[in-house]
């Protein structure tokens, strides 16, 4: 099978680029990928984390890190990324980990649950929310949602680049 063949890749002008994780489901990839394009022009703006958010949203997309199409591959760096970067996407809004699953792990979403909750759990700038308050992860059961905590809230998306003089 030719690389223009397969799905895993994208073929331009030569050069093999890797493609999108077909299992994430539309409107969390079109997510994504806004992020992804809000990043891109905070690069050229001079925004000082636009390409850490840039990595973040290609990560979440399948397109850099571990292969999507490998079956024992690690997801927890994928799933620390896609909630970044959907958290990023909603400015101040939640995730529930349900969507976050369904971004690393398509229709098999609810057998990576628990992995979720636990990475994100570890990541110092989201909180574990349930009802609105702030619980422990630990000890939460039910649906909870997830959003950043006040210390780990990212600068606006559009950063503008101030010049010298």
Known sequence: MTAEADERWLVIDGRRWRRTDPAIPEALRA???????AARRAVKEGAPDARTRVHDAKVALGERGEPWWEPDRDLRDRIERA??????????????????ARVVDGERWR????LVREVAAAMPEVVVLQRGEVVDPAS?????????????????????RTRPG
């Open 31 to 37: 997510e994504l990928v806004g992020e992804l394009m």
């Open 140 to 160: 939460a059961r039910g649906p909870v949602r997830l959003g950043l905590s006040p210390a780990g809230a990212s600068p606006p998306a559009r950063a503008r």
């Open 111 to 114: 057998s990576r649950m628990s």
């Open 83 to 100: 909630t970044r970067t959907l958290l990023r996407r909603r400015e101040g809004g939640t995730v529930c980990p349900s969507e976050v």
